[in-house]
RNA sequence: AGACCCAUGGUGUAAUUGGUAACACAGCAGAUUUUGGUUCUGUCGUUCUAGGUUCGAGUCCUAGUGGGUCUACCA
């Protein structure tokens, strides 16, 4: 029996107090809310998580609404790729989605009622009279002269809005609060506004759209949210969500704000993520290197992982900047566990067997994933001929007790084959090294090893004749500063990383298949390598999703 | 400038709600290893400052400092 106490965060706190209390039967719903004006990126998955796990927690549900109230920026082809993304998190929303403009009828009616309690009013002034009259942040903004209008007045005016007799931006209606709050939302806000444009869902039904104040509340209400979790930026809005709700008389949903999660070498802006695709940085929203989820699985990136680092990363109310290591770490932790392994020579060398056969050939077992004994084996050819990794062999290399791989007159072991020993070293007229001849020891066959040789070192290798080539992208982070956009001289890219894509040819065992796209694969000692859907079948592309952690090149470089 | 929010190791989050500051990642050292991976062990290091309340303060109060947010007919 454990007496450790389980540790809550903020939110869950209220949750179990408000359960405690019986507050709505108990009853925990949430929901995730996007705008459907671009993808979904880091910070979304962050926030889908919470909402969905934290309702799983409780028994509580979880809806999709797909906040779009402003028919000028949002589209329906943006709907499908977000429903697929939260779909391949590993998340199923409630009720089919929803959307806003379904309470379009029902958020007019709210309106109507706020202009016949004398609470809401339309305005003929011009934005910029607005804007105006609105004040300073430390300064008391100045009432409206159309303030005090008639409800008579209000309703016929209301009506002439919705009804498609005004230009756009000629009126609007605005809620009558406090001109002087020191909360510059609170200062008469505005609801509607008129856009004689096309939804992408109820076409030319309406010329005015509710304002995401007048929409956002209420849509929770009608939903019957429970709690309303969004981000810090919002903390301001919720005097006004609450006005509404008391107001109203409706569904009373409670606004809980949390800090949106940052992440070294990410970055979340729409606009800034938008500019990295138009101006040709990358080659799409979902480019591996995007922040984006659906770049994220293109790179390999399993679904349990992020789930994983947006629970590590935890919930609280402080700006925060996450290592972008702790991402790394749970994409490792669980590709460890699935992925099968592979050798892949990424830059090879050729290592002649002088001792071995000409045109001898042996099939070596091999197992496909050490930490999953069903994962099974597979056969891999062995020849006089193989490729080695140039990184695994050094000319002048350090002591043995340093350095165990390959070196003149050094031995290693060939995963699931024999030990090797370096006889000679073969290089051009510029000095590079063309070819290492080696002799093997025939007794030191991997499973029947009666050599009694022992060797520090296991590489990987490919039989020259039988090795397959593939393109490799190499990834490395977008940017070269963590923090891209916290510089307010530069613009954020400045800070492009250059080197974030390179193409290489690999040498790969045979036998790798044209698996389904997404497929991962361990490249042994060198990471994680996950199959692109640019492939076809005698042209595979595999995307570096994550290297393994390599404690050797950390100490070369001390 | 005003209002609101925030401040715990390098990073992120905890601390039985006033009772010996902990967990994870990162770092370092070692063991194991036919992946310099995985796994295991050890280790480094933390309450913004100054007052106050209290037997006792990371926690409560006051002030200061530092950071964030807010003045779109965007969400």
């Not at 929803?98 to 007019?108: E, T």
């Not at 593939?470 to 982070?477: A, F, L, N, Q």
């Not at 250059?498 to 060198?526: C, M, N, W």
Request: glycine share 6%.
């Amino acid at each position: 029996m454990s007496t450790e106490r389980e540790s809550l965060n903020f939110i869950e706190e209220i949750i179990e107090e408000d359960i405690k209390n019986g507050k709505h039967g108990g009853l925990v719903y949430t929901r995730f809310p996007p705008e459907p004006n671009g993808y979904l990126h880091i910070g979304h998955a962050k926030a889908i998580v919470l909402n969905f796990e934290i309702a799983q927690k409780y028994g509580g549900k979880t809806n999709l609404r797909l906040d779009d109230t402003n028919p000028t920026t949002e589209d329906t082809h943006f709907v499908e790729n977000i429903k697929q993304d939260i779909q391949w998190l590993g998340f199923q929303w409630e009720n089919g989605e929803l959307y806003a403009s379904d309470y379009f009828g029902k958020l007019y009616e709210y309106a109507v009622d706020l202009v016949k309690k004398g609470l809401a009013y339309v305005d003929d002034s011009t934005p910029e009279e607005i804007a105006e009259m609105k004040g300073d942040i430390s300064v008391p903004g100045t009432e409206s002269p159309y303030r005090n209008r008639s409800i008579e007045e209000n309703l016929e005016l209301l009506e002439g809005m919705k009804n498609g007799d005004y230009p756009d931006g000629s009126r609007v209606l605005r809620a009558k609060i406090d001109m002087a709050s020191p909360n510059m939302h609170m200062r008469d806000p505005i609801l509607y506004r008129i856009k004689h444009e096309d939804h992408h869902r109820t076409g030319g039904e309406w010329c005015i759209y509710p304002m995401y104040d007048f929409a956002h509340g209420q849509s929770d209400s009608i939903e019957g949210i429970t709690h309303s979790l969004c981000s810090l930026e919002f903390r301001h809005h919720r005097p006004l969500y609450d006005w509404f709700i008391e107001k109203l008389e409706i569904f009373p949903s409670r606004q809980i704000e949390f800090a949106r999660m940052n992440v070294e070498y990410m970055i979340t802006s729409k606009r800034k993520l938008k500019r990295l695709v138009e101006e040709g940085f990358v080659t799409g929203w979902d480019d591996p290197r995007m922040p984006t989820i659906a770049g994220m699985r293109r790179r390999g990136y399993p679904a349990a992982a992020i789930r994983e680092f947006c629970r590590r990363a935890g919930i609280a109310k402080r700006e925060n900047l996450i290592e972008i290591g702790l991402l790394e770490y749970c994409v490792r932790q669980e590709l460890n566990k699935t992925a099968d392994r592979v050798m892949a020579v990424l830059d090879p060398v050729k290592v002649v067997i002088t001792n071995y056969p000409e045109g001898q050939v042996e099939e070596m077992e091999v197992e496909n994933n050490p930490e999953d004994e069903s994962a099974g084996n597979r056969m891999v050819p062995f020849s006089r001929e193989i490729y080695i990794e140039r990184d695994d062999f050094m000319e002048n290399p350090p002591p043995p007790k340093k350095f165990y791989r390959l070196g003149p007159d050094r031995m290693v072991r060939l995963k699931g084959a024999y030990i090797i020993e370096c006889n000679d070293v073969v290089k051009d007229e510029s000095g590079k090294i063309t070819e290492l001849h080696c002799t093997y020891f025939p007794e030191s066959r991997s499973g029947s090893d009666t050599s009694g040789l022992k060797v520090k070192g296991t590489i990987h290798w490919v039989s020259a004749e039988h090795a397959k080539e593939v393109e490799v992208r190499m990834y490395d982070r977008l940017f070269t500063d963590p923090t891209p956009t916290s510089h307010e001289d530069k613009d954020f890219l400045e800070f492009f990383n250059e080197d974030s894509l390179k193409k290489i040819t690999a040498k790969v065992e045979p036998a790798l298949p044209h698996a389904e796209p997404g497929t991962t694969y361990q490249f042994l000692r060198k990471g994680y390598f996950c199959l692109d859907p640019d492939s076809t079948e005698d042209h595979l592309v595999f995307n570096s999703t994550v290297n393994l952690r390599d404690t050797w090149s950390k100490m070369k470089k001390n």
